[in-house]
């Protein structure tokens, strides 16, 4: 129907590859998850979270002006707000 109903995820390792030395990601087998979602939006740049969303939402923010969020939890200061990546 073209609507978000969540995101699928999987966790990942670092594996070397022997022959190269080159370090790759390996999925964990068994580590897929899907978070129920009405909207989500992708992190794709290097400048941090748009500071219109943090006020437009009222998020806590870090030193840095990341979205609060502690690492395996993801909620943010506002209830069902959830934030991963290079904007936590």
């Known amino acids: 129907s073209g609507k978000i109903a969540g995101v699928k995820t999987v966790g990942v390792r670092w594996v070397k ?3 190269t030395g080159r370090m ?3 999925e964990v087998e ?3 998850k899907v978070w129920e ?3 989500v939006l992708l992190a794709m740049g290097f400048l941090g979270p748009e500071q219109t969303l943090v006020e437009k939402l009222g998020l806590d923010v870090d030193q840095r002006s990341n979205f ?8 943010t200061s506002v209830p069902g707000v959830f934030a991963a990546g290079g904007c936590r």
Not at 68 to 75: C, D, L, N, P, Q
């Open 68 to 75: 609060k969020a502690e690492f395996g939890e993801f909620e």
């Open 17 to 19: 590859d022997e022959a």
């Open 37 to 39: 979602a009405d909207l």
């Open 30 to 32: 068994g580590s897929e």
């Open 24 to 26: 790759n990601f390996e």
